[in-house]
């Protein structure tokens, strides 16, 4: 299994802007680290300029979501194929700020993945429990939940990834152990294997939530951690380019 890292602007971005970032990236992977996958997921207005910007590099672009209709009346939605035709090959999905800020259930994550899942995207879908959650030592039971109702059936064969994200550690500085994340990780590596069976252990399982340059590598060592999921430290290339050549070689 290779390790992925995911740069997930979130809503930052604008053209030039987003066109330097991007080719940065390129241009300081090079010929390096061929055995990282390397992934940017701008706002859906960047896309298909992206998408244009890295053609020809090992770099692939996704959106940060997708609705789970291929067309019709949702106005101000975009749908899986639409990402497809702008040039995405993967799409973020039930990020912790979505199920926030627009009310995404597990049901309706799991809709888009089949969504993204039909047009040919590979989906990552996040979960993570709150600081609450954790306190009152729900958080594995949180995550399973997520994972059992997020998930859809081919999930596992079209190797899908999955993004812990533990919603107290997003845009905090804050992270937990590597104890907690190894712990986590195991719990999410076990559900995957029991629900898919040999298809659960090619999954990959990303850790996000304050990954930068200085945290990277003891992160990216912990056993069932696949790569990271990167928010802020995605928008300024050194500092993206760092974790990427934090990543293992191999992941065991
Ligand atoms: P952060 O965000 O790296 O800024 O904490 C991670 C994410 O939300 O994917």
């Known amino acids: 299994m290779r390790p992925l890292i995911a740069g997930n602007w979130k809503m930052n971005g604008l053209g030039s802007e987003g066109i330097r970032l991007a080719r940065a ?3 300081g992977l090079g010929q390096g680290y061929t055995h990282v996958d390397v992934l940017l997921c701008p ?3 960047l896309i298909e300029r992206v998408a244009r910007a890295v053609a020809g590099s090992a770099v692939a672009v996704g959106g940060q979501d997708c609705h789970p209709k291929t067309s019709g009346a949702h106005t101000g ?3 899986a194929p639409m990402l497809k035709d702008a040039g995405a090959t993967w799409v973020i999905l039930g990020h912790s700020e979505r199920r926030a800020d627009h009310g995404e259930t597990n049901a309706l994550v799991r809709a ?4 993204a899942l039909a047009a040919g995207l590979t989906p990552i879908v996040c979960v993570g429990e709150t600081l609450a959650e954790r306190d009152a030592g729900r958080a594995e039971a949180v995550v399973e939940a997520q994972l059992a109702g997020s998930l859809p059936e081919g999930f596992a064969a079209a190797q ?3 993004a812990y994200e533990p919603v107290w550690a997003i845009g905090t500085g804050r992270t937990p152990s590597e104890a907690d994340i190894g712990a986590m990780h195991a719990a999410i590596r076990a559900r995957l294997a029991a629900r898919f ?3 659960g252990q090619g999954v990959r399982i990303l850790y996000g939530g304050s990954v930068k340059a200085a945290n990277a590598k003891p992160i990216l060592a912990v056993p069932e951690v696949g790569g990271a999921l990167v928010g802020g430290a995605s928008l300024h290339a050194e ?7 934090a990543a293992p070689v191999a992941l065991a």
């Open 43 to 45: 706002p859906f207005t």
């Open 197 to 199: 069976g040999a298809g």
């Open 239 to 245: 500092e993206f380019l760092a974790i990427v050549a």
């Open 25 to 27: 990236v390129c241009e």
């Open 112 to 115: 888009k993945a089949e969504a």
């Open 77 to 79: 939605d975009v749908s």
């Open 160 to 162: 899908g990834v999955v």
